[in-house]
């Protein structure tokens, strides 16, 4: 029972200690562990949103210059071919913009969107009562296949994307 007593009182307090160091280190390691997480998230989401601005950054710097070409009355004066010639490389060159649609306040609209290898314009003329939609089908920027009218109440000025007033600056996606 002596030599009990002694091993317990040799061992008690060195198991304590080993507790101790284990509860430490433990403690010291779920604290890492959670600042480290915390640094890689808070690294990555500012990375992920660097490359989010840039991103937006030239599909919005196009823009702007659509709507300066159309301030400057370079857009919607009736020539198709040329604004296909505008156009399409945008569309070619930005993978993320399907669509493009450009519209003024007397009803004029050009629409250009893909259609496999090849792509479809559809100019529309607001009348009184309707609109005609005339939808041209292209192989290239200035090799028209085939065409086709149809007659809608569609009206541009009605979408969400038309942007009106003198005072708008901002470009509508």
């Known amino acids: 029972m002596n030599k009990l007593r002694r091993i317990t009182s040799f061992l008690a307090p060195l198991v304590t200690f080993a507790l101790i160091l284990l509860a430490m280190n433990?403690?010291?390691?779920?604290?890492?562990?959670?600042?480290?997480?915390?640094?890689?998230?808070?690294?990555?989401?500012d990375t992920e949103m660097r490359d989010l601005h840039a991103f937006f950054a030239t599909i919005?710097?196009?823009?702007?210059?659509l709507r300066d070409w159309g301030e400057n009355d370079v857009l919607l004066g009736g020539n198709i071919v040329s604004l296909n010639?505008?156009?399409?490389?945008?569309?070619?060159?930005?993978?993320?913009?399907?669509?493009?649609?450009?519209?003024?306040?007397?009803?004029?609209?050009?629409?250009?969107?893909?259609?496999?290898?090849?792509?479809?314009t559809r100019t529309t003329a607001l009348a009184q009562e309707s609109s005609t939609l005339q939808y041209q089908q292209w192989s290239g920027m200035d090799a028209p296949r085939r065409s086709w009218?149809?007659?809608?109440?569609?009206?541009?000025?009605?979408r969400p994307w038309f942007v009106r007033g003198e005072d708008e600056n901002g470009v509508s996606w």
């Not at 945008?90 to 290898?117: C, M, P, W």
């Not at 009218?149 to 009605?158: C, F, K, M, R």
Request: proline share 3%.
């Open 149 to 158: 009218e149809e007659t809608s109440d569609y009206d541009p000025s009605s």
């Open 85 to 120: 010639k505008k156009l399409i490389p945008l569309l070619e060159h930005q993978e993320v913009v399907s669509s493009i649609v450009l519209a003024n306040d007397t009803g004029q609209e050009y629409f250009l969107y893909k259609d496999g290898s090849n792509y479809i």
């Open 60 to 65: 919005e710097q196009k823009l702007q210059i």
């Open 26 to 45: 433990g403690y010291q390691y779920f604290k890492l562990k959670t600042d480290f997480a915390a640094g890689i998230v808070h690294e990555v989401s």
